[in-house]
Nanobody, 115 residues
């Protein structure tokens, strides 16, 4: 059974930074793509960033230049470095990982950016 545990969310002022982490536990021989989505209250879940097994990273236009995704394969962990945060970044952030032909999801971590 694969489980994803997220950490690093919290309350920050506009212009501040946070670093989210998502670690996978359980028996995992290899992980494919990893990434992040977010969902703000009353809105649909929105894709944020993705990094492939070969370290090719992509980010949504809304966060490009401010967010950086990275991964540590030895630790089965994906990170999201969020800089220059804005109030519109406020949301619950969910990580995902692709392994054994399916996607696994974290429980979500809250990020709140105050103006």
């Amino acid at each position: 059974q694969v489980q994803l545990v997220e950490s690093g969310g919290g309350l920050v002022q506009t212009g501040g930074s946070l670093r989210l982490s998502c670690a996978a536990s359980g028996r995992i021989s290899s992980i494919g793509a990893m990434g992040w989505y977010r969902q703000a209250p009353g809105k649909q879940r929105e894709w944020v960033a993705r990094i492939s097994s070969s370290d090719i990273a992509n980010c949504a236009d809304s966060v490009k230049g401010r967010f950086t995704i990275s991964r540590d394969n030895a630790k089965n962990t994906v990170y999201l470095q969020m800089d220059s945060l804005k109030p519109e970044d406020t949301a619950t952030y969910y990580c995902f990982m692709v392994a054994y032909g399916r996607s696994y999801w974290g429980q979500g971590t809250q990020v709140t950016v105050s103006s």
